[in-house]
């Protein structure tokens, strides 16, 4: 599937830093950029095209956009993967709620992600892939697993067995009575009778009356949700890529599911050297998401006349593992912020901006210290120097650390 165009990214002279990032599975911060002259691999799970894009979904993929500009920035090349759901249950509800075809819906839904992820200047994924054009993909995995002896029928849909993973539950570090609540919340279904084990997950859904199937080994039907996304990962990046990416929400079941799977059909360990969540975005007390309908759209403030930098400034000025509201403040306080860093820019001098790529670095590569960035080049802006080349310096490393275009 295409993804989109691509912003032009400066190059900013100065050493790079190493990039260190906490590993929801270790508990720590680890450095993930690859060894010197490797290309850096990172899989980013996608939307599912059923809604606008919402303030959490631009926090996350403006979070893992810094990730892809900071190894780039390191002289590293990136090898970045994202899928796009683009069949489960979320999609055919709503399909059938507002009577639009499922693949009428999905497409647009995409192309407004495209359009929302261009104006905020996150480069794209190198491989942008659906799930549909997937099929065999994912076929492929289940035949691996049912080969592995982690595969068994329940009433025609193939469930995997989550103890074929000696290491199930190290990605999330949950205890079992968290994981089954977790499960129930975020579309699993631990109650179901005939499995061997609550935890169990979908991995093919047997074809229900009118609901779209695909032709199968193990006959007519379609994928489960977390075996999507592992069998996409080792397609185009293989094992032990650098970073697995995503919400917080996704820690528990998806990505320990998507791992076990992983894991199990190579026999090969670990999935990801480094687990990376996005915290929350909220909105009046509560999580905002799609099923809530408490959603602030992206596409909706900036085709109201929001400039997008300022929408990515807001988000950027919240650290990335920190849960928070959207208020109509933060978007007024993100535009003046904007306008002061542009009229200092438009000065033509100012104080030495070598000192400031040094610290955008600094902090950046400090577990995506955003806050302290904005602080930095805040504080560059309140200065006066006759440092003639500093304005275009800092709207360099700005644009390239940042991917805020001054």
């Known amino acids: 599937m295409q993804a989109w165009t691509k912003p032009e990214i400066p190059v900013v002279p100065g050493p790079a830093r190493r990039l260190r990032l906490y590993d929801t599975a270790s508990g720590g911060l680890v450095e993930v950029p690859p060894a010197a002259g490797e290309t850096a691999r990172m899989y980013v799970c996608g939307i599912t095209p059923y809604d606008a894009t919402h303030m959490g979904h631009a926090a996350t993929y403006v979070t893992f956009d810094l990730i892809n500009r900071l190894w780039r920035d390191a002289g590293h090349e990136v090898h970045y993967t994202q899928n796009i759901t683009d069949i489960d249950d979320p999609l055919l509800e709503r399909a059938a709620a507002t009577g639009v075809d499922w693949k009428d819906l999905a497409l647009s839904e995409i192309q407004l992600f495209r359009d929302d992820m261009t104006a905020l200047r996150v480069i794209p994924p190198q491989d942008y892939v659906g799930v549909v054009e997937s099929i065999d993909l994912v ?117 320990e599911m998507s791992a076990s799977g992983a894991q199990v059909a190579t026999g090969e360990h670990p999935f990801a050297r480094a687990y990376v969540h996005q915290a929350m975005v909220g909105l009046d007390g509560e999580k905002m998401s799609k099923s809530k309908g408490n959603l602030v759209l992206v596409s909706k403030e900036r085709l109201g006349g929001t400039d997008p930098m300022a929408i990515r400034l807001v988000l950027l000025a919240h650290h990335y593992r920190t849960d928070w509201f959207w208020t109509a403040s933060d978007l007024a306080e993100a535009q003046e912020r904007l306008d002061v860093w542009r009229g200092a820019i438009s000065r033509g001098s100012g104080p030495d901006g070598a000192a400031v790529v040094d610290a955008l670095r600094a902090a950046l590569t400090n577990d995506l210290d955003t806050t302290a960035a904005l602080a930095a080049v805040d504080q560059w802006a309140d200065s006066n120097g006759d440092d003639t080349s500093a304005s275009s310096l800092v709207a360099q490393a700005v644009d390239a650390l940042l991917g805020i275009k001054l």
């Open 139 to 255: 076929t492929s995995a289940v035949e691996d697993l049912q080969r592995a002896g982690a595969v068994y029928s329940v009433d025609e849909d193939l469930y995997f067995a989550v103890k074929a993973d000696p290491r199930f539950g190290e990605v999330s570090g949950y205890d079992v009575e968290t994981m089954r609540a977790l499960f129930a919340e975020r579309g699993g279904d631990p109650d179901r009778e005939g499995k061997r084990d609550p935890l169990d997950s979908l991995l093919w859904r047997a074809e229900r009356p009118g609901e779209p199937s695909w032709e199968s080994p193990f006959g007519p039907g379609r994928p489960g949700w977390h075996v999507e996304c592992s069998a996409i990962a080792l397609k185009h990046l293989g094992m032990t890529f650098d970073v697995q990416g995503g919400g917080s929400d996704l820690i528990f079941p998806h990505h």
